[in-house]
T-cell receptor
Framework: AQSVSQHNHHVILSEAASLELGCNYS??????LFWYVQYPGQHLQLLLK??????LVKGIKGFEAEFIKSKFSFNLRKPSVQWSDTAEYFC????????????FGSGTRLSIRP | GAVVSQHPSWVICKSGTSVKIECRSL??????MFWYRQFPKQSLMLMAT?????????EQGVEKDKFLINHASLTLSTLTVTSAHPEDSSFYIC?????????????FGEGSRLTVL
């Protein structure tokens, strides 16, 4: 069965630090990859997505993620975080054969010290 | 962007009663909606896929008689927790996919927190 692993459960950074959140998935076929963000008290919202093409994907608010097929990874990065980036981040995957059945990782809580 | 709204945002009920949670797509039609359950500090767990005009598809381990899902229109799906017990207390979230689009990009509701006393 497909699964998504996020190894960092809670990350604490100072403002202006660089961020990288890990995400690995297990599935041998074609996948669509997502990062969702949940700000305190708000809906889950899409940060960025990868369907095909350039494996380096740019998202909103300066985030980017790189799909490395050989490593089954889709790590999220941001060169300089802000206090407003404090949120829960979820990596997710759908497969070509089941495009609507999204599998989420366990999430990474990001806390930014002002 | 597409907006999904849930109601109520939070509800407290007595053990043994039933609670209905609504999920509406406000500015788009959704033939498919999804219901999730989220435990504290854990990920979203897909409970069921709600298809407009047909029966919901439940994930393994989810009791369909316990969690009744109805998707009577292209903009509304409801989840009814029947004979709720304290262990049903959780955060329930719905999501919707744009009709005719099958990419996995979903729009989420704000969630409904259920507390069963």
């Amino acid at each position: 069965a497909q699964s998504v692993s996020q190894h960092n459960h809670h990350v604490i950074l100072s403002e202006a630090a660089s961020l990288e959140l890990g995400c690995n998935y297990s599935y041998g076929g074609t996948v669509n990859l997502f990062w969702y963000v949940q700000y305190p008290g708000q809906h889950l919202q899409l940060l960025l997505k990868y369907f095909s093409g350039d494996p380096l994907v740019k998202g909103i608010k300066g985030f980017e993620a790189e799909f490395i097929k050989s490593k089954f990874s889709f790590n999220l990065r941001k060169p300089s975080v802000q206090w407003s980036d404090t949120a829960e981040y979820f990596c997710a995957v759908t497969t070509y054969s089941s495009a609507s059945k999204i599998i989420f990782g366990s999430g990474t809580r990001l806390s930014i010290r002002p | 962007g597409a907006v999904v709204s849930q109601h109520p945002s939070w509800v407290i009920c007595k053990s043994g009663t039933s609670v209905k949670i609504e999920c509406r797509s406000l500015d788009f039609q959704a033939t498919t909606m999804f219901w999730y359950r989220q435990f504290p500090k854990q990920s979203l767990m897909l409970m069921a896929t709600s298809n407009e005009g047909s029966k919901a598809t439940y994930e393994q381990g989810v009791e369909k008689d316990k969690f009744l899902i109805n998707h009577a229109s292209l903009t509304l799906s409801t989840l009814t927790v029947t004979s709720a017990h304290p262990e049903d207390s959780s955060f329930y979230i719905c999501s919707a996919e744009l009709a005719g689009v099958n990419t996995g990009e979903l729009f989420f509701g704000e969630g409904s927190r259920l507390t069963v006393l």
